[in-house]
């Protein structure tokens, strides 16, 4: 960020502090889209995707002053909006995670695979798993979290959290494979 854009970003963020709502109106703007682009990896569609931005933008301007204007915005908004998303997906009770670390198997993988498709098109194979694949993947592949913390934020064993992203992989695999092959 420029001297000039890091100084308004600091008004911005002061101005969420006060509660002023044209602050928050220019925070909403400047980070719609990327909380969008954060969310639409969980949800199944858009809608539930801006409740949970929205959700999560609420939290944002209630605890604005928690924020350290010395670190970097976005990993704390980002972090906030996957706890916000994960916190929906258990509310609307459909997350099932039943499976087990002994049913996965070992996959091999093809390592040019990947660079044959275009980040929306496998944005959108992501999109296509089932949301309990999708969030384990989400949360440890592009989020980084632990397979310990995965648990613990969503009830499950690490066995299954460990299991569900061996299994997201595989069904990737398969369908970047299938993908290639047309």
Not at 108 to 134: F, H, N, P
Request: charged share 25%; with cysteine.
């Amino acid at each position: 960020m420029s001297l000039s854009n890091e100084t308004k970003f600091q008004q911005i963020i002061q101005g969420c502090c006060q509660r002023n709502r044209s602050s928050q109106n220019d925070l909403y703007r400047l980070f719609y889209p990327y909380g969008m682009s954060i969310c639409m990896r969980y949800v199944n569609n858009e809608a539930e995707a801006i409740s949970v931005v929205n959700d999560g933008f609420f939290k944002v301007f209630k605890n604005v002053k928690k924020y350290d204007l010395e670190k970097p915005f976005k990993p704390w908004f980002r972090k906030i909006l996957v706890n916000t998303a994960i916190n929906q997906l258990k509310k609307l009770k459909k997350f099932k995670m039943e499976v087990s670390m002994d049913e996965a198997k070992n996959i091999s993988t093809r390592e040019d695979a990947l660079s044959r498709i275009g980040y929306q098109e496998l944005m959108t194979m992501v999109q296509s798993l089932s949301l309990a694949y999708r969030t384990v993947f989400n949360m440890y592949v592009i989020d980084g979290f632990k397979h310990r913390e995965i648990a613990e934020k969503l009830g499950i064993t690490v066995s299954t959290s460990k299991s569900n992203l061996t299994r997201a992989r595989a069904k990737l695999q398969d369908l970047v494979l299938a993908k290639i092959r047309l």
